[in-house]
């Protein structure tokens, strides 16, 4: 959790004590030595399922299996392949340890910003890479339940998709242990399961010799793989596999829709459906580049000239056959997350002909996505955590620039500086950015409050406009909902920040209204696929078809919001999204 810490606590020193509180909250109950919880875990529990007998621990009344391998290990000539099923039975195995960890990429390599740079030399140090379990052995999926649960009961689950940017991310960060227990608390007990999927070049590499293979998106392969074996043994575990929803956060939330759309909407296997419901949490639709587009291409050349392979015959069997870490090192050599790129992704799903016949926007245009009842919502403050990178952008031209260079380079320049446009100048490009209604206040360095409201637009919060549009046309008799999260409006310069429903929502850190009920919400609709039917005790949150409104969500109290916020802007965004291609 060495590098959890570091960005908990990176994060914190801009967001202030009261975020840094809950930081080192989060890292504590979940790393800290003293932790009763780690004490307790003396007890076992075993369920026999097709896959295997497995054993795993019991912690204050919740039973764990971490780290069940559900596809063979991408390793040698697997690596940078479509998972293998694994055939057979595994046995009697032992999954009462967390489980190991994705190889990770959490800074460039060729960073040239001194604190990103010392982050990511800390996060490629063999002892760290052993700390955090990272292996490319690692396509696992999690299991946890409440005690006592016996194989018929049934129960709904939850299946749960990290995020981390499609760049870091790993199951045993996500502890669903107070989820869980929220749920038996309010007599909705239900089974979590969370997904180890490959990140970064090892999941999610572009280039036209990818795209020859058959290899593109394996990260998303890896978590329909992980539904497939879902469907075949949650049975064993009390759980109910017609009664599945997918559930995933940023990056994770994006994959929610992917799986929505993977395949061009196929979602069945066995000839049933794979899951019945969906929840994302900031993201949905990424427009993107064919896999083999120039932009995209030019980041396996960097990668393979990297690895010493651009001059071989066979450039991607070269890159199989290198070792760990001069695979390692080629992978984080293109910009990463937490760089002046920023949102601007080297690794991100794209078309590839096959598990994404096009990109996903043409695919929602069309309707080629599973029509499942879904909540999709966002942090109010998504784009800040994003825009603290790029001091320099201070005018409206630097910042067209930017995105024409670095983002979108099918878009006009002149589009761009029309979107730009929808967001103000001078004083009111402070006042209406983002943190959003905090006035003349947050403006860190010029152009900070514009960019942040842009960059959360673009990405998280209006794009999710675009596609609950869309979807009440194409199906309008399927139900949607949708939620803008307030929790922690005040926080200096971050506001309520992209991820931090994480800290509120997913680990429970405070035990307040919106915790409590945006947890209550989810999981009635997991029960009943609507978030009223179930228990009671909150306002009713009305379909987005009825009325176009959100529930906004505080930390003490709810109400609702009508959502045409910004209206110039995402109508622009409406009629020019075939631009805004990654």
Not at 18 to 26: G, N
Not at 170 to 199: C, Q
Request: proline share 6%.
């Amino acid at each position: 959790m060495g590098v959890l810490r570091s960005l908990l606590w990176a994060t914190a020193a801009l967001a202030g004590q009261s975020f840094a509180q809950d930081a080192a909250a989060a890292v504590s109950s979940s790393t800290s030595a003293d932790e009763p919880v780690a004490v307790q875990a003396v007890k076992t529990a075993t369920v026999t399922s097709p896959a295997g007998t497995f054993i795993g621990n019991v912690i204050n009344g919740i039973e764990s299996f971490g780290g069940i391998h559900y596809a063979q290990p991408p390793v040698g000539n697997l690596r940078l392949r479509p998972p293998q099923r694994i055939t057979g039975n595994l046995g009697t195995v032992d999954v009462t340890g967390p489980a190991a960890a994705c190889p990770q990429f959490v800074v460039s390599n060729n960073s040239k910003n001194i604190l990103l740079n010392l982050l990511g030399d800390i996060a490629g140090l063999p002892f760290l890479q052993e700390v955090t379990g990272q292996t490319e052995d690692c396509l696992t999926v999690t299991v946890a339940r409440p005690a006592g649960t016996l194989p018929g009961a049934k129960l709904p689950v939850l299946y749960w998709i990290f995020g981390g940017g499609f760049e870091l991310g790993w199951t045993s960060m996500y502890d669903g242990s107070s989820l869980i227990k929220h749920g038996i608390d309010i007599k909705e007990p239900f089974i979590f399961v969370a997904v180890n999927y490959r990140v970064a070049g090892w999941g999610f590499m572009p280039g036209a010799e990818i795209k020859a293979d058959g290899s593109g998106n394996l990260g998303l392969r890896d978590q329909r793989m992980g539904l497939e074996w879902v469907a075949d043994n949650i049975a064993s575990f009390g759980g109910d596999p017609d009664k599945v929803t997918i559930w995933g956060e940023s990056a994770g939330s994006i994959s929610v829709f992917d799986q929505m759309a993977l395949y061009g909407g196929k979602y069945t296997y066995k000839n049933k459906p794979l899951f019945r419901g969906a929840i994302m949490s900031s993201g949905s639709i990424v427009p993107a580049l064919d896999i083999a587009h120039p932009k995209a291409q030019s980041i396996y050349d960097t990668v393979t000239d990297t690895a010493g392979c651009s001059k071989a015959a066979d450039t991607l069997a070269c890159l199989r056959g290198l070792s760990y870490a001069d695979f390692y090192e080629a992978v984080t050599s293109v910009p990463g997350l937490l760089s002046y790129n920023s949102l601007a992704l080297s690794y991100v799903p794209r078309p590839d002909g096959d598990s994404l016949p096009q990109s996903p926007h043409l695919l929602a245009e069309q309707g080629l996505y599973a029509p499942v009842p879904y909540i999709i919502g966002d942090q109010e403050d998504e784009g800040t955590l994003f825009a603290i990178f790029q001091p320099n952008l201070t005018t409206a031209d630097s910042l067209v620039d930017y995105f024409k260079d670095l983002y979108f380079p099918m878009a006009d320049r002149s589009a761009l500086a029309t979107l730009v446009a929808t967001y103000e100048t001078g004083i009111s490009s402070v006042t209406e950015g983002s943190p959003f209604r905090t006035g003349l206040l947050n403006e860190i360095f010029p152009g900070f409050k514009r960019r942040a409201a842009i960059l959360g637009d673009l990405v998280f919060t209006l794009s999710r406009r675009l596609l609950l549009q869309g979807s009440a046309k194409l199906n309008p008799g399927v139900p949607s909902w949708t939620y803008l999260a307030s929790q922690n409006y005040g926080t200096p310069v971050l506001g309520t920040l992209h991820g931090s429903d994480i800290l509120q929502v997913f680990l429970g850190i405070k035990d307040n209204y919106a915790a409590r009920s945006q947890r209550t919400y989810y999981i009635n609709f997991l029960y009943n696929l609507d978030p009223n039917v179930g228990v009671k005790g909150y306002p009713t949150w009305p379909q987005w078809s009825q009325g176009q409104q959100m529930m906004q969500v505080f930390a003490n109290s709810a109400s609702l919001l009508a959502d045409d916020f910004r209206k110039d802007t995402s109508d622009w965004l409406a009629k020019n999204i075939g631009q805004l291609l990654v």
